[in-house]
């Protein structure tokens, strides 16, 4: 029997595999069919809507959803004809399982959860912090209904939509007010605007930084209307430099934590106090960008180098602001918190509206802090309780994780355990050492790449790391209840 070629089909239907097509045709061997006898021998639409599998993607979906699958479907299938691709005739039996199969990825979310054994724990590229399972039952506890957002369930009456939420980062900052919008470039943005357009913002010149996606210090500050005045060098920033240039037109002094770079060796950098003492001295605001938001302290764990928070909040700093999906371990926000005057100017910006956020993010953060509340973070919020894992828990989980593997693995496959780092990630903490323990992946006839590239194909996509030509599994980011489907992916990876 003769198997048309489909692969022009195939090329919109991505995903099929030549092995798991059906036999497309039937036995008759066509002989010498001209391409007007092809074209007319497809089947009609009418035709295709009774087959039993379609009329059920009727039901599934609709018909006027599965009629215009059908119609781009025969297209395709016209157009191959005509340019001489496919020279068999396309049976009803084919034309369903093509359709399917078109359907199946045209109903497939392009976005979906990935299992990340890179080991670094706030990917950027995979959606930052995962949430804590209290967020995800918050979430779908307020997603389909009715919330009293913006009400007052007491009085009836409008209420604000930080309400809730304002209670508990006061409680955990110590501060008098806080405010949350979309993401922490936009915290800044919003400070910037508020507090210095149209005069000066003091920063030194070893602070002016960028972060990942093209977040500038000095073009938010020049956007945000205020005029950036840098200070001292690189390397080194006094507080002379600062009190030298305050003057009637300063808005405020700006400092920021240089998340993901560190300059070492000959540097000298400010205390926070003797800032704080030179900008109330001058009666203007202390603002400090802190990054990653971290609220309890990790350098039991290895997180050395991040500024908490509650800190910045105890020392007087009048405004913080910082992201809520990195180190925080909560959804995308920007959290600004301080004195309360300051908060209500910025909640009077009418830019505010445009980087306000939805009641998931209000029910997600509010849950997250809710572990910090109780003293649960550690344990309840997965960026931290993944950081805070023991190397030797590690070692106990890929032991047990290699034996099963071993007994799986195809011939000339290998794995091996090394100890190595993990890395924090999103920005944060380049310095910092996690010592982990990971599984080198090796195979006779598959490069690292090559083991990467069929990972990241399967269904869910497994990430992993390919470190000086070697492919690298670090099970630190790998939630448990994955390490099976983990397992059988890289069987199928390695064989
Ligand atoms: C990450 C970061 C930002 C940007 O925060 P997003 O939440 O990603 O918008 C701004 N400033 C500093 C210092 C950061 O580390």
Redesign the pocket.
């Known amino acids: 029997m003769t198997v048309p070629d489909f692969s022009i089909l195939r090329q919109s239907v991505p995903g099929v595999k030549i092995d798991s097509l059906p036999r497309l045709c039937s036995n008759e061997p066509m002989s010498e069919t001209s391409q007007e006898d092809l074209l007319r021998q497809i089947p009609a639409v009418d035709h295709l809507l009774q087959l039993p599998r379609v009329s059920q993607w009727v039901e599934r979906t609709s018909r006027s959803f599965v009629v215009s699958e059908i119609q781009a479907l025969l297209r395709d299938v016209r157009d191959a004809i005509r340019a001489g691709r496919l020279s068999d005739a396309t049976d009803s039996a084919s034309l369903e399982f093509l359709l399917e199969q078109r359907i199946e990825s045209r109903l497939r979310p392009g976005l979906v959860p990935v299992i990340n054994a890179t080991g670094v724990i706030l990917h950027t590229n995979l959606g930052r912090a995962p949430l804590s399972v209290a967020a995800q039952q918050s979430l779908s506890a307020i997603a389909g209904q009715f919330t009293n957002l913006e009400y007052d369930n007491e009085t009836g009456a409008r209420s604000h939509r930080d309400q809730f939420l304002e209670k508990s980062l006061t409680e955990i900052l110590g501060c008098e007010a806080a405010t949350v919008v979309n ?4 915290a ?1 943005f919003l400070i910037l605007n508020t507090l210095a357009a149209g005069r000066e913002v003091v920063v030194s010149r070893g602070e002016l ?1 960028e ?1 990942g996606g093209a ?1 500038r210090i000095p073009d938010i500050l020049a956007r945000s209307g205020a005029l950036l005045r840098e200070v001292g060098t690189t390397n080194k920033t006094r507080i002379e430099d600062y009190a030298e240039v305050i003057g009637q037109n300063t808005a405020l002094i700006l400092r ?2 240089p ?2 770079y560190r300059i070492l060796g000959f540097t000298h950098r400010p205390d926070l106090g003797d800032m704080l003492e030179l900008a109330h001295r001058h009666q203007i605001p202390l603002v400090e ?1 802190l ?2 938001g971290c609220l309890v302290d990790l350098t039991p764990y290895g997180i050395t180098d991040e500024p908490i928070a509650q800190k910045s909040a105890a020392a007087g700093v009048d405004l913080i602001c910082f ?1 809520g ?2 180190l925080l371990g909560g959804p ?1 926000a ?1 959290i600004i918190a301080g004195a309360r005057k300051l908060i209500d100017s910025i909640r009077k910006n009418p830019l505010i509206r445009t980087y306000r956020v939805e009641k998931l993010i209000y029910s997600a953060l509010e849950a997250t802090l809710a572990s910090y509340r109780q003293g649960r973070a550690l344990e309840e919020i997965p960026t931290l309780r993944m950081i805070s894992t023991p190397q030797a828990e590690l070692r106990r989980r890929v032991r047990s994780f290699s034996s099963r593997l071993r007994k799986k693995l195809p011939e000339g496959a290998r794995v091996q355990i090394t100890d190595g780092n993990s890395v924090v990630g999103g ?1 944060s903490c380049p310095e910092c050492n996690l010592p982990t323990v990971l599984l080198t992946l090796e195979s006779q006839n598959k490069g690292p790449q090559v083991i990467a590239s069929l990972l990241r194909r399967q269904k869910p996509p497994i990430v992993l790391r390919v470190e000086e030509d070697h492919a690298l599994v670090d099970l630190r980011t790998v939630f448990p209840d994955q390490e099976a489907i983990l397992l059988s992916g890289l069987v199928s990876a390695l064989r």
């Open positions: 993401n922490n470039a936009a800044v930084v972060i977040f920021v934590h998340s993901n960008d990054g990653s992201s999906d990195k995308q920007g920005g």
